[in-house]
């Protein structure tokens, strides 16, 4: 049982407590070891099935009934006919059109003092490629941003206990989007994860609550859901002890959504979790979302799928995946596993460009995306860890990537609305 941290509201770690479905302890073994897809037998995913794992999720997305057909759904093997049913899905809950946006990614720091399993970025002050940009450089980058057409700034960045104003972070990152605000004035304020929001608030012995209003004041616009890696307690304890807890991070996105914004969800896959990790990710959102929804909340804008790098990660875990860029045909099954589980509670599903390659994240929209992410203009977490995939992409190369599957694309906001013209 892990405790509360004390940032956090009761009411939101109560409702952390319910939603996030947990690994039932007499099914663990069972599920850990899955079907065994066999050329007699290959695991196959009907509508029928389908059907019922929606209706399963309806009624309560933490039953066994539920964990069961998400399991199974999860070991299904990459086939035409899992494609065909996603894209289909795809087609029906958000239609033709591949959508993108043109925003600037903005890594402000990788000072960090903890030291995820998986993590190339983060670094010690003083250490060789270790970098904390000043309020200036980042005006300029966000101003460039703005003049390029942009519509979004998405903020993240290590947890550098020095970045303080007066004494205190939330003074710093209340100033770090003022000054954003003042250089590109208009742009999408998307920022920090709830690790970051966390780390804030525990940073200054604040409630979360507070840090989430006072950032709202100084333009904050909604949320990266990243931090999230895999939402099952056995993962995180050997991939990010120090991080915060999944109950933690489900915590954390009550309190967000309740505030009245919205935030993103992610997967990173592709490491040490197995399917049934995967289906207690994929479920929690559900349930997450589905909370938000009976609040008349936002919740949820989009589920983006993140393939673990392990180029330049730390050697322990790289050594034991043994795999240093993802696994192409087992990141598209699970790009369709997960439009196919999240069904009409996530309309917006996001592959991405940087660790697939464009070419790779073009494919992934016939297996159930519909959206490109974003330009970024530049980015260091992924590239850092070793991916292949660049840092910025051009509106002609994204607008091509649609067009080269004879689908229309169109420019989004940051939620989902139009650009005005
Ligand atoms: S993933 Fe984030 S919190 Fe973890 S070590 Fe890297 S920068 Fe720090």
Known sequence: MTERPQALAAWSWCEAGELLVRLPAASSRELDIGPDPSPESPGTWGAEQQQRLQQALARDPASGEALALAHQLLCTPASPALQASADQL?????????????????????????????????????EPGAFWHSFELLQQRAAEARQRGGTELCIQGGLNPEARLQGSALRY????????????????????????????????GLPLQ??????????????????????SERVRRRLCPEKLSARAWCAVIREVHAAGLSSTATLMAGHLEQPA??????????????????????????????????????????????????????????????????????????????????????????????????????????????????????????EQAARSLGRPVRRRTTLYGEVAA
């Open 210 to 231: 507070t840090v989430i209003t006072e950032l709202q004041q100084a333009g904050l616009g909604s949320v990266p859901g990243t931090a999230a890696e895999v939402l």
């Open 277 to 398: 990790d995967r289906a207690l990710h994929l479920l929690t959102l559900v349930a997450l979302q589905q909370r938000a929804w009976q609040h008349q909340q936002n919740g949820f804008s989009e589920f983006v799928l993140l393939p673990y790098i392990g180029a330049s990660a730390p050697a322990p875990l790289r050594q034991r995946v043994g795999r240093d860029q993802p696994d192409p045909v087992a990141m598209l099954a699970l790009t369709a596993q997960a439009r196919l589980l999240l069904g009409h509670w996530f309309i917006n599903h996001q592959p991405s460009w940087v660790k697939l390659g464009l070419a790779g994240a073009t494919e992934a929209l016939r297996w159930g995306c519909n959206d490109l992410g974003g330009t970024l203009m530049e980015e260091s977490i992924t590239s850092m860890a070793g991916a292949q995939g660049g840092t910025c992409q051009s509106v002609e190369a994204l």
């Open 173 to 204: 990152y209340a100033a770090l989007l003022t000054a954003l605000a003042e250089a590109a004035p208009g742009l999408h304020l998307h920022g920090f994860s709830p690790q970051e929001l966390l780390f804030i608030a525990q940073q200054d």
């Open 90 to 126: 795809r087609a029906q809950l958000a239609g033709d059109t591949v959508t993108y946006v043109v925003n600037r990614n903005l890594n402000f720091t990788n000072l960090c003092l903890q030291h995820c399993g998986f993590c190339a970025f983060r670094r010690d002050p003083g």
